[in-house]
């Protein structure tokens, strides 16, 4: 089981630009999390995605959208890029909604976005 | 204020003490988390609880749900523990909520 793969794992952006990140959950998880995650920082909630909509939105602009993919792969766009988007970029998948609903978490290694 | 507290942030032990990092949630959870992170990424799970205790190897965590609060022990700590600890409690609506996380460096 390959768990949560990542895609890319660093790039580097100039403002202005737009950029995005790709998430595979792990083989038998429905629901995909991302997370920005600042120098420093504990992760922070940016979206929650089940059966290909948002379910839920943490406190990030309009500039950060999603998508999920039947197969239930996901992708987080970032628009518009600013200095302060410069963040390690999580994704975690868990069974929540379908399944066993156990609320187990795992994390894809991340992507390092820096934008200069 | 955030939903999940925890402390202390930073922690610096000799190899062999014994270590508590603790942490305070302030939503109604059906479930919480300890993870693990290593420098450069990486986050693992190293526990889920609901209740009680929970123990693997060296490491054991407790939750008191009707005091909102757990705590992550490490018995005999050596220096490959050192990593980033984070509490992550999973509220009732299916969210999560992370603290800021514990620093912990364990010196030879």
């Known amino acids: 089981d390959a768990g949560v793969t990542q895609s890319p794992t660093h790039l580097i952006k100039t403002r202005g630009q737009q950029v995005t990140l790709r998430c595979s959950p792990k083989s038998g998880h429905d629901t995909v999390s991302w997370y920005q995650q600042a120098l420093g920082q504990g992760p922070q909630f940016i979206f929650q995605y089940y059966e290909e909509e948002e379910r839920q939105r943490g406190n990030f602009p309009d500039r950060f959208s999603g998508h999920q993919f039947p197969n239930y792969s996901s992708e987080l766009n970032v628009n518009a890029l600013l200095l302060g988007d410069s963040a390690l970029y999580l994704c975690a998948s868990s069974p929540l909604f379908g399944g066993s609903g156990t609320g187990e978490l795992f994390f894809g290694e991340g992507s390092r976005l820096t934008v200069l | 204020k955030n939903e999940v507290e925890q402390s202390p942030q930073n922690l610096t032990a000799q190899e062999g003490e014994f270590i508590t990092i603790n942490c305070s949630y302030s939503v109604g959870i059906s479930a919480l988390h300890w993870l693990q992170q290593h420098p450069g990424g990486g986050i693992v799970s190293l526990f889920m609880l609901s209740s009680g205790k929970k123990k693997h190897g060296r490491l054991i965590a407790t939750i008191n749900i009707q005091e909102k609060h757990s705590s992550l022990h490490i018995t005999a700590s050596h220096p490959r523990d050192s990593a980033v600890y984070i509490c992550?409690?999973?509220?009732?609506?299916?969210?999560?909520?992370f603290g800021t996380g514990t620093s912990l460096t364990v010196i030879p």
């Open positions: 992550a409690a999973l509220n009732t609506g299916n969210q999560f909520y």
